[in-house]
């Protein structure tokens, strides 16, 4: 396959009013996964059709696949090699691949590139099968590029991403169905049993470990979403250390845990901040349906408590509110978003952390995001229709899988979405437990 070198970095983001169409998802969760859906009201972007040039990359992660069903992120200590088909396959570019396929358009049971998601399916079950049930990780193989700079917990987060993901598109009577449930709670009581009192994961160090400890927020988020029972705590402590990477008053990121690079941890802040920044925007607009607030109320502290929070998770809502309002002024930063200097592994997951928490938190700024970011990562794309990085991951799978994810983001509202709607359950049902003396 051909490889080019990329371009340049990323340049500003000039936003500009979005066009957002209103919807709930409770029909099309329901119809998808026999679930029910959480019935906080949301507002679902309308995707746009895949791109040519992103077609042409769809297509270049399934020649990329081997044989059994993987995908590989090469060797942290040969990132000069960057045949996709000359290095081993790992779980984290394996799941990384197939939720970028996923996100396309493909399952395991539909889609032009269905056997190659069933391959990766069937790859990915029988890792986990075979990881021992004590320990936090899922495989042994080590020394690869995510793992060297996200950090040693990655296979096991973004396997949980992805089994959470492909668990709602397998219809109940497959014989894979219960398998990936199986394997999903497996690897969901890994990262419980291994996450950090703070709320990361930073096992093992890594480059760049905040970006691995959003992946476990993440992970946790869709795990739920997919109907796993997740440990409200610890999905309320890795949200919490992600949003404390960012000072809402004075702008100030904390990359302490990001390679002293601002935009790994402040992608995560914003990610960890945004679905109970929508879940501040629903519940007020919930009760100003209800007559209990001002038609004109703005989301404060003050009139998410008349809304009918108490005071401790009024607070926190209003302050995930105020932080995600100015992380998105933040995006006109061009020295925030140029990262490390230049295109890795790192930055594609960085943008694709934005796209996501954009989704999820809602508001009119989706639109112009996404229209610069095609416009952006067009121009930095290889020759073969893949992305690489100029440094750290270099991989172009990872690096192809990133850029596809974070380009269909908005072909992926629904399950995002269901995030922030059962941000509102939680914290409504946490204010009504509390006012009421309940642990």
């Known amino acids: 396959m051909q490889r080019v070198a990329l371009l340049c970095g990323l340049m500003a983001v ?172 497996k690897c969901v009581k890994k990262l419980e049993a291994s996450q950090n009192e703070d709320g990361s994961w930073n096992v093992g160090g890594g480059w760049a470990p905040v970006l691995q400890s ?21 999905l309320d402590k890795a949200r919490d250390y992600q949003r404390k990477n960012f000072n809402a008053e004075t702008g100030e990121v904390d990359a302490s845990k990001g390679a002293g690079v601002a935009l790994y941890a402040f992608s995560g802040a914003q990610r960890g901040n945004a679905a109970d920044s929508r879940a501040a925007d629903d519940v007020l607009e919930k009760a100003k349906k209800e007559g209990k607030v001002a038609q004109d109320a703005e989301v404060n502290e003050e009139s998410l408590r008349r809304a009918g929070l108490n005071a401790p998770t009024a607070a926190k809502l209003a302050q995930a509110k105020d932080q995600n309002d100015k992380q998105i002024d933040r995006l006109n930063d061009d020295n ?57 991951i270099t991989s172009p799978v990872f690096c192809t899988a990133a850029v596809v994810q974070c380009l269909t983001t908005d072909r992926d509202a629904t399950l995002l979405e269901k995030i922030a709607a059962q941000a509102v359950e939680t914290n409504e049902a946490v204010a009504s437990a509390e006012s009421a003396g309940q642990p």
Do not use: Y
């Open 14 to 185: 000039i936003l500009v009013a979005g066009i957002m169409s209103q919807a709930t998802i409770g029909e099309d969760v329901a119809a998808r996964t026999g679930k029910e859906a959480p019935t906080a009201q949301v507002r679902t972007v309308q995707p746009r059709p895949i791109a040519p040039f992103l077609g042409k990359s769809v297509e270049w992660l399934v020649e990329a696949q081997h044989e059994n069903g993987g995908w590989g992120g090469g060797s942290h200590a040969k990132q000069q090699n960057r045949d996709p088909l000359d290095v081993t396959t790992d779980p984290t570019t394996t799941s990384f691949a197939a939720m970028a396929l996923l996100r396309s358009g493909h399952t395991p049971t539909s889609g032009s590139h269905q056997e190659a998601l069933l391959k990766a399916t069937e790859h990915l079950i029988k890792v986990v099968e075979d990881a021992p049930v004590e320990g936090p990780k899922i495989t042994d193989v080590t020394g690869t590029q995510p793992q060297a700079k996200l950090g040693q917990m990655v296979d096991t987060t973004m396997t949980t991403q992805f089994l959470a993901r492909v668990a709602a598109e397998i219809p109940e009577d497959h014989e894979l169905h219960p398998r990936v449930e199986q394997a999903l709670a």
């Open 214 to 234: 959003s992946a476990g927020q993440t992970a946790l988020e869709l795990a739920q979403a997919s109907g796993q029972k997740v440990d409200r705590d610890r």
């Open 336 to 392: 925030l978003l140029r990262g490390f200097g230049n295109n890795g592994g790192e930055e594609f997951v960085s943008f694709l952390l934005t796209s996501e928490s954009m989704i999820i938190a809602g508001g009119d700024k989706w639109a112009a995001w996404n229209d610069k970011m095609h416009g952006v990562l067009k121009k930095v794309q290889n020759p073969d229709g893949s992305w690489s990085g100029h440094h750290c």
